[in-house]
């Protein structure tokens, strides 16, 4: 497949370059300029004549604002594949311009951060016609490990900010826990036996331990280098309270780790860290 691929940072050029052991890649990043992947002059000049665009970027709004740059550019039926984490609203809005230049669109984000971009493990949960979706399937495959059909345009980044809203719930849970248990005198290593093998166990115990030397080697044994950062995790919560409000759901759990998390990253220290960070960031407070 010929395959332009826009934003080629941190996730998007390792993805690239996997992609270009295969197919036909063509990239473009406003900053960044990879040796090892062929370049474009302009956005709308890696969308041309590619079957699939790839876009990878920050946000919603630079999302919006290259879509429409590389519409109008794309051949007819090509497939617009946004895999980065957006609001719902900007994925559902770039779907339907795609549409209106007879394109196909699917948002992908993805879950397994840089290290799954590089070894193309990552998880892809998508939104978007099934038949646009089985069409790149098997650059999924390459990227990644999994990819899981949602539904509808949108319904991709609403699996996305959901799981991530549940794991960012998880692990300040997780964390608050092991700190109440330090301060009962429990040791971490009979709390980690215990709750990962009881109801209290879910992934940032078992897999992604906060608490240094404790279950499976994690951030917290390497001084909380990232891992998934604190910021992108604010982020995430932060699409989620988006939604929840744009769609009247309750979300009380929610918005107390978006409060957290945003608290955390802005005035405690939390940017550049882990978002298992949290551990320390409890232990250095008490309950007042
Ligand atoms: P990044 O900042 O490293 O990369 C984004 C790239 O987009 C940059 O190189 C930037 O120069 C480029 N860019 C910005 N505006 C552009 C434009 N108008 N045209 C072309 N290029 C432009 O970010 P990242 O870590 O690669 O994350 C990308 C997306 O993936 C984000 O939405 C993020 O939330 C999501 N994500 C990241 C991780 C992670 O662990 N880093 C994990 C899962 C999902």
């Not at 080697?217 to 744009?246: C, H, R, T, V």
Request: net charge negative; proline share 5%; hydrophobic share 45%.
């Amino acid at each position: 497949m010929k395959i332009g691929f826009i934003g080629l940072g941190n996730m998007g050029g390792p993805m690239a370059r996997n992609l270009a052991k295969s197919h036909n890649v063509t990239g473009f990043d406003t900053l960044t300029k990879p040796e090892n992947i062929p370049l474009a002059q302009s956005a709308a000049a890696a969308a041309k004549d590619a079957d699939v665009v790839i876009t990878m970027l920050p946000n919603g709004d630079i999302l919006r604002s290259v879509a429409a740059e590389i519409h109008p550019a794309m051949k007819a039926a090509a497939i617009h594949l946004d895999c980065s984490t957006v609001d719902v609203e900007s994925a559902r809005a770039v779907a339907t311009q795609a549409e209106t230049h007879g394109l196909q669109a699917i948002d992908a984000p993805v879950s397994g951060g840089i290290g799954g971009a590089t070894n193309g493990t990552l998880t892809f949960m998508a939104g978007g016609a099934k038949t646009a979706f089985e069409t790149v399937q098997p650059l999924f495959d390459i990227m990644g490990q999994k990819a899981v059909h949602c539904g509808a345009s949108g319904n991709g980044q609403a699996a996305k900010i959901c799981n991530n809203m549940i794991l960012g719930v998880t692990m300040i849970a997780t964390c608050e826990a092991f700190v109440l248990a330090d301060k009962l005198g429990l040791d971490r290593q009979a709390m980690f036996d215990v709750v990962s093998t009881s109801s209290g166990y879910s992934w940032t115990m078992n897999a992604y331990c906060p608490a240094p030397g404790i279950g499976p080697e994690s951030p917290a044994d390497n001084d909380y280098q990232p891992g998934f950062a604190a910021e992108l995790m604010l982020k995430d919560l932060n699409l989620s309270q988006i939604a929840a409000k744009a769609a009247d759901a309750d979300t009380p759990m929610g918005q107390a780790a978006a409060a957290l998390y945003k608290e955390f990253v802005e005035n405690e220290g939390g940017a550049g860290k882990d978002f298992s960070a949290m551990l320390p960031r409890f232990e250095r407070r008490n309950r007042g």
